[in-house]
């Protein structure tokens, strides 16, 4: 000790202060790795301690490996964000495959047809003369979404309530089948018929939910009015549980949607409503616009009289129309369809392929065979 004295008195105590400062700077560094500094990872201070190897004790640094090891499973998910070209770190969230429908789990979805059509199901009929053009997979019975609301319609229309009464937007109207939004607020007021024209023209669920609850006993008499209406109007294969076409167990076949479709079609307020474009309704001092969620209506190369949209992922994208092609009244149904636009798209292919053809009443060619059909 007192050799050392001697030492530090030659030296000064300058000397000795920045001796003191060198030999912490390396534990300074793994000072900062054990903070968990994200901008380097730990192998730095390893890298440092090389430097000083005779200084710091073989111990030290074998402390150091397991964070190293920790860091590099944590930077897995960081290399693959930068090597997309994100300068900052992010989560990657699980891929979670979506849902198949009921119909691709049937595999419906690998019925061939000549028209090349996306949906699992389609139907097309001559409305007047009951001629069927299109069958593919018609009989199967499948959950047909928003397609319901047309029943609903139906339902109020039959039952004579008035049209102006004022309605008002509960907490029993919001969904808890799936979830979905709306953008009528609990306490939003409107008449039976604005909540008629935003379920059929934009499918709004609240206002469907809503017109089933101001059926005269409430919901349970409305849903037991629709399946009454459906087995008046032959529709065999068709059972409903609510009027908005959320649950999956509202479920019909194509063949009964046509039957559906043609009842509708008698009232002009059905036509009127589910074809308008677009559609605004005054909420309080806020005027909300509504749009049509068939794409065709805006086509003025189209002449549709009814129609109607659907989506659940078990159900697929549906839709039924009727319309007028080659001179004739035309009742098309497609279910099941896998893509956002691909029922718009098989609509686009069954009318090009009806005015190829060039139809005529008696459906003859020159030689005297019947035109050709679709059926699958």
């Known amino acids: 000790m007192l050799a050392w004295g001697k030492w530090l008195r030659s030296r000064g105590w300058l000397s000795v202060l920045i001796a003191c400062l060198i030999a912490a700077g390396p534990a300074t560094v793994d000072a900062a790795a054990k903070k968990g500094d994200g901008k380097r ?6 890298s440092k301690g090389k430097k000083a190897a005779g200084k710091r004790p073989v111990a030290r640094k074998a402390k150091a490996a397991p964070r190293a090891k920790t ?32 119909g691709h789990a049937f595999g419906l979805h690998e019925t061939a047809d000549p028209l090349g059509l996306k949906s699992s199901v389609a139907l097309v009929v001559d409305q007047d003369t009951g001629e069927v053009l299109i069958n593919k997979n018609a009989q199967a019975v499948l959950p047909i979404a928003s397609l319901t609301k047309l029943m609903t319609a139906l339902v109020v229309i039959e039952a004579q309530q008035p049209l102006d009464e004022v309605l008002t937007i ?16 609990l306490g939003t007021r409107l008449t039976r018929g604005e909540m008629l024209h935003l379920a059929l023209m934009s499918s709004e669920n609240r206002a469907a939910n809503a017109l089933g609850r101001h059926y005269p006993g409430g919901l349970p008499a409305f849903v037991e009015a629709m399946n009454r209406k459906a087995r008046e109007l032959g529709m065999q294969d068709t059972r409903y549980v609510e009027p908005t076409g959320l649950s999956s167990r509202n479920q019909s076949t194509a063949r009964d949607l046509a039957l559906l479709v043609k009842a509708a079609y008698q009232y002009p307020l059905i036509r009127e409503l589910s074809t308008s474009p677009e559609y605004g309704v005054a909420i309080g001092k806020r005027q909300l616009h509504y749009r049509n969620t068939n794409g065709l209506v805006y086509k003025d190369d189209w002449d549709i009289g009814l129609q109607k949209t ?27 369809s896998a893509g956002r636009y691909s029922r718009i798209g098989d609509a686009e292919r ?3 392929w009806i005015e190829e053809l060039d139809f005529s009443r008696d459906m003859e060619t020159e030689d005297g065979d019947p035109m050709p059909r679709v059926t699958s």
Not at 41 to 46: G, I, R
Not at 315 to 325: E, K
């Open 350 to 352: 069954v009318r090009r």
């Open 41 to 46: 990872p730990a192998a730095t201070s390893v």
């Open 71 to 102: 860091k590099a499973k944590k930077q897995v998910v960081t290399a693959s964000a930068k090597q997309r070209g994100k300068s900052s770190v992010r989560r990657v969230a699980a891929v979670v495959p979506a849902r198949p429908s009921y």
């Open 310 to 336: 659907g989506y659940i992922s078990e159900a697929g994208r549906c839709l039924v129309m009727q319309a007028q092609l080659a001179g004739r009244k035309l009742i098309m149904v497609f279910l099941d």
């Open 170 to 185: 509960t907490a029993e109207d919001v969904d808890t089948e799936k979830g979905s939004s709306s953008r009528l607020a």
